[in-house]
């Protein structure tokens, strides 16, 4: 690891940054570059391969775009009709979305263009986009796939590939169109792959794309944690919203990010919120686009407070000045409260986290402490339910692990396995639904909120009975 380096740069230029880019940045109000800009920037710079164990917050999106804009310019050429020069993967339209974003905001004295690409958003209007070729195409796997199909995409001349938030990829279900991506760039390439965590399905796959990389990591997981304040109330479930709402007389609650596990879930708390006056939108897989985006923006401009959001579908989203995470519901998947109330601390600042913990919930609560060891200090509120003592045995059913039904009532009474909604309808989803898989296109819809579901390594949770199986999480390996 290259940690030695990083207190000798305070600037992007001792970086070789160019001065279009530094211009940019200047505009940005990026003045010190973070510690994954410090170490991957030279690397990528030099054409090499990386591995990088980076999460979103990190500044990791200006640690490849910064280079690859630079790379690009060294050697400017025109992609070629319907091909591309780099290529970012990324798990979700939102991710993709402020990937392109940064990119267009970096290079915006370059002359370069940028074209995003992902499912629910016109395919007539991206075929447009991609007929001359692009510098730089952001997209998702599974609509990067059906472009190909329908022959509006090459990646034969793909320069730089970029694999980005991998492990949310791979429990998206992308794994196997990865897999086809890498049959059809050139192998010539240069490849940057970036993952939260490293399991060793993920470690595989960057074994496949990887070509003697170098590798680079910053904030393990569990060490984003620690700037963030954090809090739990413990409370039943029937008294959730009661609290919330009581808890929002607080100002200094002034942009909250509310996590809820069900996208019905997250409908009904903005129900209740409007209903009580408060101003909120809601964030999840069975919104369209244009309403998530919408939703995003009212969120982002102040117009709404609060922005109720399911696991998945608040991946990647990039905004500044959230005062609180507030934890709905407890996720099952330890990771993913790191991910939750990494929302609140971007770029190194500080943030608040409070979690509402059911009874049914404390075997996640113990989960999450178990990770980033540390005991969430417990606020008591005229809703809470008495505190558990420390050494309180948690409902054995409902412990990760544990397996079986739970006893008494459901964690999620609401939840029964969805009906399959969606239909193969185009050549690419067809031939997958062929294999008995979902298509790419639909598995990204579906995939949203692919938390309700399915836990991280994209097991279904749900028994043929539509009871929770909560099966053991295999801890995931780190480099
Ligand atoms: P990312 O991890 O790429 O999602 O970046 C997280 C946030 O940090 C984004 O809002 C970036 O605009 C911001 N950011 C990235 N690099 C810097 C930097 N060097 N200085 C200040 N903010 C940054």
Same mark, same amino acid.
């Given at each position: 690891m290259r940690a030695a380096e990083s207190s000798q740069v305070t600037h992007f230029k001792d970086l070789g940054v160019s001065a279009p880019i530094l211009k940019a940045l200047d505009a940005e109000g990026y003045s010190t570059p973070t510690p994954i800009q410090i170490q991957a920037i030279p690397i990528v710079a030099k054409g090499r391969d990386l591995i990088g164990l980076a999460q979103t917050g990190t500044g990791k999106t200006a640690a490849f775009a910064l280079p690859i804009l630079d790379r690009l310019m060294a050697n400017r050429k025109h992609a070629g009709e319907k091909s591309c020069r780099t290529l970012v993967l990324a798990p979700t339209r939102e991710l993709a979305s402020q990937i392109a974003e940064s990119f267009r905001s970096y290079g915006r004295f370059l002359g370069l263009s940028t074209t995003v690409?992902?499912?629910?958003?016109?395919?007539?209007?991206?075929?447009?986009?991609?007929?001359?070729?692009?510098?730089?195409?952001?997209a998702t796997p599974g609509r990067l796939l059906d472009h190909i199909a329908q022959r509006s995409l090459r990646l034969d001349a793909v320069e730089i590939l970029v694999l980005d938030e991998a492990d949310h990829m791979l429990d998206m279900g992308f794994i196997h169109d990865l897999k086809r991506i890498a049959t059809l760039v050139p192998k010539k390439r240069q490849t940057l792959f970036f993952s939260a965590t490293m399991p060793a399905p993920i470690a595989e796959l960057a074994g496949q794309f990887l070509d003697n990389p170098e590798r680079v990591a910053v904030a393990p997981v569990s060490s984003t944690a620690e700037r963030v304040e954090q809090a739990v109330i413990h409370v039943d479930h029937s008294r959730k919203q009661d609290l919330l709402h009581?808890?929002?007389?607080?100002?200094?609650?002034?942009?909250?990010?509310?996590?809820?596990?069900?996208?019905?879930?997250?409908?009904?708390?903005?129900?209740?919120?409007?209903?009580?006056?408060?101003?909120?939108?809601?964030?999840?897989?069975?919104?369209?686009?244009?309403?998530?985006?919408?939703?995003?923006?009212?969120?982002?401009?102040?117009k709404a407070r609060l922005l109720v959001a399911t696991e998945i579908a608040a991946r990647g989203i990039d905004?500044?000045?959230?005062?609180?995470?507030?934890?709905?519901?407890?996720?099952?998947?330890? =990771? $993913?409260?790191?991910? %939750?109330?990494? &929302?609140?601390? !971007?770029? +190194?600042?500080?943030?608040?986290a409070i979690s509402f913990c059911a009874p049914d919930e404390r075997a996640f609560l113990k989960d999450i402490e178990k990770l980033t060891k540390q005991a969430v200090?417990?606020?008591?509120?005229?809703?809470?339910?008495?505190?558990?003592?420390?050494?309180?045995?948690?409902?054995?059913?409902?412990?990760?692990?544990?397996?079986?039904?739970?006893?008494?009532?459901?964690?999620?009474?609401?939840?029964?396995?969805?009906?399959?909604?969606?239909?193969?309808?185009?050549?690419?989803?067809?031939?997958?639904?062929?294999?008995?898989?979902?298509?790419?296109?639909?598995?990204? =819809? $579906?995939?949203?909120? %692919?938390?309700? &579901?399915?836990? !991280?390594? +994209?097991?279904?949770?749900?028994?043929?009975?539509?009871?929770?199986?909560?099966?053991?999480?295999?801890?995931?390996?780190?480099?």
């Open positions: 690409v992902f499912g629910g958003a016109s395919m007539f209007k991206q075929k447009q986009a991609l007929y001359r070729g692009v510098d730089i195409l952001v009581a808890l929002l007389q607080d100002k200094a609650i002034s942009r909250a990010l509310v996590f809820t596990r069900t996208k019905h879930g997250a409908d009904r708390v903005v129900g209740k919120l409007e209903a009580a006056g408060f101003s909120a939108e809601a964030i999840h897989g069975n919104r369209s686009q244009g309403q998530r985006e919408r939703a995003l923006e009212a969120f982002k401009k102040g905004v500044d000045n959230v005062s609180h995470v507030i934890n709905f519901d407890l996720p099952n998947v330890p =990771e $993913q409260y790191v991910h %939750r109330i990494g &929302r609140t601390a !971007r770029a +190194g600042a500080g943030g608040h200090p417990v606020n008591v509120h005229a809703l809470s339910l008495p505190t558990p003592r420390p050494d309180e045995r948690v409902p054995r059913a409902l412990k990760t692990g544990g397996g079986g039904r739970p006893q008494g009532r459901s964690v999620h009474p609401a939840r029964k396995p969805a009906a399959k909604k969606h239909h193969a309808s185009d050549a690419h989803g067809k031939a997958h639904a062929k294999q008995g898989h979902a298509p790419s296109r639909v598995r990204e =819809e $579906q995939g949203r909120d %692919r938390g309700d &579901r399915r836990d !991280r390594k +994209g097991n279904d949770v749900w028994s043929n009975s539509g009871a929770p199986q909560y099966r053991k999480q295999r801890k995931p390996t780190r480099v």
